[in-house]
């Protein structure tokens, strides 16, 4: 049987990473000096102003919703995460992107109607350079994605 | 004689099995059609009328919107219990997860507990002062359920040489 799915990587849009959006996220959720302070952060183990890993992991999986949406996969939910290991930080004003290579997985999805996929993700600086690495189980629409295959 | 916290130790002080229940926390309607509108802003993920229509039947949690929670309890934590412990007992930084999952969905006013124990603490000096604390976490709801798990690599950093007294910087 023909796979609907697309077996090469996608590459989603970049979204830049000003200040003020870095501070937003790490008041509320990692209000931690490396991402509140910039004199703070110089002195810290990341020598800089950067973004929560936590931030950096929504926005990568926002990233591949909208890739696989765009794509015709029915994304339904994130699942689970194998693994998620942070490279670099990302500073202040970086942009980041993700790629996604999708695959199929033997796991049942836990959600009706859905298979389960595993997703490897990357993510990416503006530089190219990995800041995170992801390998994450998502249920995908079953129903829709045999109608975008034909 | 002075009591010893989490990320209040050197590396070398913290015992792996030591468990800890560090916060709880109430999720409310607005805060996850907030953070949803940021991280998955899909109408049946955002818009309480269209998620009735989804395949959970009403607004749930974003599974990053949990784990976030989760280091902000930890941080608030760590607020109580290392004040004025401003290096690398306290100052560490995440390096890896592994077996993440999210095992029931949370609503709007659901509550979780957090809990964290240590695991292992692997034989390795990493960039020549630090070293890593395994830790698995795990979240519960209203219910005795657990909702979400993993586990994750903290960087701690050691002892130094000169110091003998953890307490002092």
């Not at chain 1, 942009?95 to 049942?108: F, L, N």
């Not at chain 2, 749930?60 to 690398?88: C, F, H, I």
């Not at chain 2, 964290?116 to 990493?126: F, L, M, N, T, W």
Request: proline share 5%; hydrophobic share 40%.
């Amino acid at each position: 049987m023909a796979t609907p799915f697309p077996s090469d990587h996608m590459e989603s849009k970049s979204i830049e990473l000003d200040q003020s959006a870095i501070a937003a996220f790490a008041s509320q959720f990692d209000p931690q000096p490396y991402h509140l302070d910039a004199s703070a952060a110089d002195q810290s183990i990341f020598g800089g102003l950067c973004a929560s890993g936590w931030h950096i992991a929504a926005l990568a999986t926002r990233l591949v919703i909208e890739t696989l949406l765009a794509n015709g996969l029915p994304f339904v939910e994130m699942t689970s995460v194998s693994r998620l290991k942070w490279s670099r930080p990302t500073f202040v004003n970086e942009k980041i992107s993700v790629r996604v290579t999708v695959a199929t997985s033997d796991e049942e999805s836990p959600i009706a109607n859905t298979r389960c996929q595993t997703l490897e993700i990357e993510v990416c600086n503006g530089n190219g350079a990995i800041v995170a690495t992801m390998t994450a189980n998502a249920a995908i629409a079953i129903d829709a994605a045999l109608a975008a295959s034909t | 004689m002075t009591d010893l916290y989490l990320r209040d130790r050197w590396f070398e002080d913290l015992p792996v099995g030591e468990f800890h229940v560090f916060g709880s926390h109430t999720f409310s309607e607005l805060e996850i059609v907030e953070f949803a509108k940021n991280f998955d802003p899909r109408p049946e993920s955002t818009d309480p009328e269209q998620a009735r229509l989804n395949h959970r039947q009403g607004l749930t949690a974003s599974p990053w919107l949990l784990a976030a929670m989760w280091m902000r309890k930890m941080v608030d934590y760590m607020e109580v219990y290392a004040q004025g412990v401003n290096d690398g007992r306290r100052n560490g930084a995440g390096v890896a997860i592994s077996d993440l999952q999210w095992l029931e969905p949370v609503r709007p006013g659901h509550t979780l507990t957090y809990t964290y124990e240590i695991v292992a603490k692997p034989d390795q000096v990493i960039r020549e002062k630090w070293g890593m604390i395994r830790s698995r976490n795990e979240a519960f709801n209203q219910y005795g359920n657990k909702v979400m798990q993993f586990e994750i690599d903290i960087l701690a950093e050691r002892r130094p040489k000169e110091s003998g007294d953890p307490q002092q910087q």
